[in-house]
Every structure is written in structure tokens, then in C-alpha cells.
């Protein structure tokens, strides 16, 4: 615990940093013209204000062996039909062609639960054999790690972020609707040893249900060696659920963990298109995270977009349109016509998500059937 004056002192620092900090102003002047032929055959993924979208995160499923209540409902969601996934060649083939032909460096396999997905080793090793070789990670609930782990490290997979909210076995029942924080931890344990690493840790507080752990989250990860990287709860719930009054917000994690943690703006790490801000924690070198979504949309500086389960590309977590390059796929189109459409889809990017418009609309995937 730190006096008085250690707490004033960390909190002092933590407040100018965000006052240091330009929101996003990816709006600002509004959308630019395209230079000739910038859109048209154009090497990378680049919308109207300048971005370029070089992290593909691709989802291989909708489906899920966990009911976090900040995604979907207990008894689980109406899947895709099988035949409407795309298949491993059909992953491979479109990812490969990010990757060689639309300037993509970092490939994000995704769900749904990824590890549900029976031929994910397969996926990731020739992912792993593309030229350039992209950075390729993994976003789970860690159920089934421990098994996997081992094989995923084998097939050429860099790193992974799990997801972990609570430490407390009756909190995940409640939360997760199932019984397997055990599972979890040893999926964590596996990852490290498999050499998985940084192995990063997403939790998401929820106010009156876990919002308490924020200061035990972060104690564990620093005696594990794992990074921990707190993030906002989006309106991304299949129930449509989600308040702004019921989130708990990134300044309000930050003051509970400053009253236990001596925490100090990491200056020397540049954030870039990062999502998350990062602290060091009682000087370093341990940092953790705080990705404020919500209330610190870092839109602006955004280099991502998706590939749905069925193959379809989004340009926001938070679009209401969509791409369909399955069915161009399946109907014979060449690799210039994909990434002709792929290059379309980017370029339509609004400058931010718009949760403050009051003419916001949540998208009517949720994130199970989006892809993180």
C-alpha cells in the first residue's frame, strides 16, 4: 500500500498523461481525396483519411465453449451453418493474399472460441509459410491451451491474449455461465511454457460483478509473468444490454489501481496504433494496459479489419456494412478481384465508431460472430 503522498505523486503523473493525450482526429477536414490511383490497384489497405490497415484479425468461428454475459446469453446463440464458414483453404487463400498483395503484417486468429476450430494447427503453419512471413497471434478463452499450446508454438503461432476476468471461481461461473477458471489457468501455464509469449491477459470489469478484482488481476499477472490488459465493456452484447452507466470506465480502473500500485505513464514505449495505453508499474519494467474504447477512442490512429467466419470484411469492430468475399471467392473471382473488393471495403471506413452520436446503432453481429 502507498502513503499518501506516493498515491498523490502517481496519481498526479497519471492525470497529465491524459491530459497529454490528443483524442482522435481522424475527422478532422473530413475524408481526403484519393491521389490517382491510391484506391484503384493500390499496394496496401488505405481508407479516405489516410489509414492503412496492416493487423487482419480473422475469425475461424462463431462459436464458443463459454456464455460471458457481456457477449452473448446463457443458452447460446443460433450458429452458422457449417457451409457458410469459410473453409481452411478458403483462410489460407485469403490471408495469403493480404498478406502478399495488400501490405498486411499482422494476422489475428480469432472467434468465437479459435481453438474450437479443428484445423487451426494446420491454419497457423501456413500462415507461418507466407512471404513475408506475417506476425502471427491468438485471441482465446484458453480452454483447451494446455493441449494446444505445445502444437501451436510447433506450427509457428508468436503469441496469445486470453481471456481471464476474475480469479474467483464462483465470479466465473456467474460470468461465464460455465465452471472453468481451472482450464483456463492451465491453458495460461501452457502458454508460457510453450515460449507463447508476452502472454497477454484481457479482463473486462463489470461494475457490481468483478469490478473489485482490478488490484488482484493485476497482482497475479505480475507474479506470473503475464501482461495485463484491462479493457472497456463495448456495446457488442448479442442482448443489446450494454449501458454506458453499467461500464466501468478506463479513468476508474486506473484510480483503483493507482491506490494500490505506484503507476507512471510508460514514456518510453511508443503507443502508435496500439489500442491500449500502457503504465509502469511501480517503475517498470512490468507495465499494465488500459484500452478505453469507449471513453478513449484512439480511432484515429486504427489499423485493423476483419475477416468474419463467413468471409466477410469488416472495416470497424463497429460497421453496419459488410463485405462479402466468400461468395466472390467461391464464384471463381481472381486474387485482383478479392483484393480489388478487400481494397473497396477499407477505403469506406468511417473516421470513428460513433458511440457518442446519438445516432449510433450497434452492429447486429455481436463480437462472438465478428471476431475480436
Known amino acids: 500500500m502507498l502513503d499518501a503522498t506516493s498515491q498523490s505523486n502517481a496519481m498526479r503523473r497519471i492525470v497529465n498523461h491524459r491530459n497529454s493525450l490528443v483524442e482522435p482526429t481522424a475527422n478532422s477536414g473530413g475524408p481526403r481525396t484519393p491521389a490517382a490511383g491510391q484506391q484503384e490497384g493500390a499496394p496496401v489497405l488505405v481508407d479516405t483519411f489516410g489509414r492503412t490497415a496492416t493487423d487482419l484479425r480473422v475469425s475461424l468461428t462463431d462459436r464458443c465453449n463459454l456464455r460471458c454475459s457481456y457477449c452473448m446469453p446463457p443458452e447460446g446463440l443460433d450458429w452458422l451453418p457449417k457451409p457458410e464458414l469459410l473453409t481452411d483453404d478458403e483462410v489460407v487463400r485469403l490471408v495469403g493474399l493480404a498478406v502478399r498483395d495488400l501490405g498486411v503484417t499482422e494476422v489475428r486468429y480469432t472467434g468465437g472460441e479459435p481453438l474450437l476450430r479443428r484445423g487451426l494447427p494446420g491454419i497457423v503453419a501456413r500462415t507461418a509459410e507466407l512471404s513475408p512471413r506475417p506476425q502471427i497471434s491468438l485471441t482465446t478463452n484458453g480452454i483447451g491451451l494446455d493441449r494446444l499450446a505445445g ?21 466465473f461461473r456467474r460470468l461465464a455461465h460455465r465452471d472453468r477458471l481451472g482450464d483456463v489457468l492451465a491453458g495460461l501455464a501452457a502458454a508460457r511454457g510453450a515460449g507463447l509469449e508476452p502472454v497477454k491477459i484481457n479482463a473486462v470489469l463489470m461494475r457490481g460483478v468483478n469490478d473489485h478484482e482490478a488490484v488482484p488481476l493485476l497482482r497475479f499477472c505480475l507474479e506470473h509473468g503475464y501482461r495485463l490488459r484491462f479493457i472497456e465493456q463495448m456495446p457488442l452484447d ?3 444490454g450494454w449501458t454506458r452507466e453499467n461500464m466501468v470506465t478506463a479513468d ?15 514514456e518510453a514505449h511508443d503507443r ?11 517503475g517498470g519494467p512490468e507495465t499494465v494496459g488500459v484500452i478505453g474504447s ?10 485493423r479489419v476483419r475477416l468474419t467466419a463467413d468471409g466477410q470484411v469488416r472495416n470497424c469492430l463497429f460497421a453496419t456494412e459488410e463485405s462479402n468475399l466468400r461468395d466472390a471467392l467461391r464464384g471463381g473471382a481472381t486474387d485482383t478481384e478479392l483484393a480489388d473488393r478487400w481494397r473497396k471495403a477499407v477505403w469506406a471506413k468511417r473516421a470513428g465508431h460513433g458511440i457518442d452520436d446519438p445516432s449510433f446503432l450497434q452492429p447486429a453481429r455481436p463480437m462472438s460472430a465478428i471476431g475480436g
Open 272 to 282: 502508435g496504433s496500439a489500442p491500449a495505453e500502457t503504465f509502469l508499474v511501480g
Open 238 to 240: 448479442a442482448q443489446h
Open 151 to 171: 502444437p501451436l508454438a510447433e506450427a509457428g503461432l508468436d503469441r496469445v491474449n486470453v481471456s481471464l476476468d476474475t480469479l474467483d471461481r464462483a465470479t
Open 252 to 266: 476508474e480502473i486506473l484510480d483503483r489501481l493507482s491506490a494500490e500500485f505506484d503507476l507512471a505513464p510508460d
Open 294 to 303: 469507449v471513453t478513449r477512442p484512439f480511432c484515429g490512429a486504427c489499423d
